[in-house]
């Protein structure tokens, strides 16, 4: 007997239509064989809410000063109690600036004794704003791989996507981390930093861009740190609205389905991923989660979960999928 067709399926047929002169990206799944299904479940995102000191250009979540929505303690806690139901091997938290949340501490401290690998993705200028002591605590105590956002080691480019004075802060803290032994071997205390081209264009190669970054960081302020990872813009919230002012939103969906790497399918973050939004609404991705698709198309709250999700269940795609499966991918 015919099922009813979920929205997940729903979505996918949406994109039947052509977009920016590219094809729809379920079209070109397709047409190399392929389906985006889930797979072994592995990581648990938590976005703790879209408060930000900053308004970056390139943000998909338009995340910013302006916005109020953040998570709350209880949700925090059903969030910990499903962690200890599904024992995920890595958590990941993120923003927003994490760094905004209040209670950010109190989630390290409850979760991170049910994960073997707790992640924090950083806003340094956030991080410095905050009581950057006790935070930095926790994170050294706890052994929290921080991931920080660090576009450029060009004072003007990383200004112009994230603000007057974004650079010089953002080197304060790498130094403050480094003292604590973040980024140093022989610590153990893991300091990756994230970098997002400035304009409509891709990023240089992962590793080209982390020996130089490794470089320019110790020759200009004596700076480390472990892992260098470049990504592709995705084409939603904020940085859609300035391609599409700009006149480069075609350009730059072309430039991105032109690059589509099939190779990338197999390794994309959403088959393992299960991003958990402020309010406690599952996704796919943080991505999926920025357009309003839920988890295999379905509405579920933390709550409602018992365990890890389904592998081989369907995940809602859109044509912003490209930017994940552009070169090397968004894995």
């Known amino acids: 007997m015919p099922q009813e067709p979920t929205s997940a399926d729903k979505m996918s047929s949406a994109e039947s239509s052509p977009a920016c002169g590219v ?3 379920a079209n070109t799944l397709a047409r190399h064989g392929l389906e985006l299904r889930r797979g072994q479940t592995n990581t648990l995102q938590i976005n703790v809410g879209l408060v930000c000191n900053q308004a970056c250009r390139h943000c998909h979540l338009e995340a910013g000063p302006n916005r109020s929505e953040i998570m709350a303690p209880d949700t925090m806690d059903e969030i910990v109690a499903y962690a200890k139901r599904a024992r995920f091997p ?6 927003g600036a994490p760094e905004m949340n209040p209670q950010l501490g ?10 073997p690998r707790l992640m924090l993705r950083a806003n340094l200028t956030a ?8 935070l930095l605590g926790l994170c050294t105590f706890n052994r929290v791989v921080i991931v920080a956002s660090f576009p450029s080691m060009s004072a003007s480019q990383t200004d112009s996507q994230r603000g007057k004075g974004v650079l010089e802060k953002s080197v ?4 403050k981390l480094n ?3 973040y980024g140093r071997d022989g610590t153990g205390l893991e300091l ?9 264009f891709l990023p240089v190669s992962q590793l080209q861009a982390e020996r130089k970054f490794k470089s320019d960081l110790e020759r200009k302020w004596g700076l480390f740190f472990n892992n260098l990872f470049t990504f592709a813009n995705v084409p939603l919230g904020r940085f859609l609205t300035w391609l599409e ?3 480069n939103l075609d350009s730059y969906m072309q430039k991105l389905s032109a690059s589509f790497n099939p190779c990338t399918v197999e390794s994309l973050m959403c088959r393992t991923f299960v991003s958990v939004n402020w309010d406690g609404y599952l996704y796919d991705c943080d991505f999926n989660l920025s357009r309003g698709a839920y988890l295999g198309g379905r509405k579920r709250h933390v709550s409602q979960m018992n365990g890890l999700p389904e592998p081989g269940t369907r995940i809602p795609t859109g044509n912003h999928c490209y930017a994940c499966t552009a070169g090397s991918g968004f894995t």
Do not use: C, H, W
């Not at 109190?106 to 994960?115: D, Q, R």
């Not at 304060?172 to 130094?175: G, N, P, S, T, Y």
């Open 127 to 134: 991080l410095a704003q905050q009581k950057t002591d006790y």
């Open 245 to 247: 002012d700009s006149g």
């Open 192 to 200: 990756n930093l994230v970098s997002n081209p400035t304009g409509a």
């Open 172 to 175: 304060a803290m790498l130094r």
């Open 23 to 25: 094809e729809p990206f």
């Open 106 to 115: 109190y989630l390290i401290e409850t979760i991170a004794p049910v994960t």
């Open 179 to 181: 003292d604590l032994g």
């Open 90 to 95: 890595v958590v990941d938290i993120t923003g």
